[in-house]
Nanobody, 121 residues
């Protein structure tokens, strides 16, 4: 049974920081991991992604220099450190993992349930 458990969201003032986590279980192996977000009334957008070995990362222009994605393969967990948060960073943040579940041994794409991030004074 594949499970992605996100945590770390919440309410923070502008300029503040949050660290999101997404712990994956049930996988034989995990490939690329990503964070997406969806603001109210808007579509889901890519925030950051990291390759399987963690050697390469990619960021949306709007978060470059403020957010850092990382992963711990021993824990099968991906993180998103968010600094200098702005009101426009508000939204539901989702992790996405491309992986091979032990149950099927077939590569597929999986989403977390989402965690709310609200940046407001």
């Amino acid at each position: 049974q594949v499970e992605l458990v996100e945590s770390g969201g919440g309410l923070v003032q502008p300029g503040g920081s949050l660290n999101l986590s997404c712990a994956a279980s049930g996988f034989f192996s995990s490939g690329a991991m990503s964070w997406y977000r969806q603001a109210p009334g808007k579509g889901r957008e890519l925030v950051a992604s990291i390759t399987a070995a963690g050697g390469s990362t990619n960021y949306a222009d709007s978060v470059k220099g403020r957010f850092t994605i990382s992963r711990d393969n021993a824990k099968n967990t991906v993180y998103l450190q968010m600094n200098s948060l702005k009101a426009e960073d508000t939204g539901v943040y989702y992790c996405r993992i491309i992986g091979i579940p032990r149950a099927t041994m077939r590569q597929s794409l999986y989403w977390g349930q989402g965690t709310q991030v609200t940046v407001s004074s």
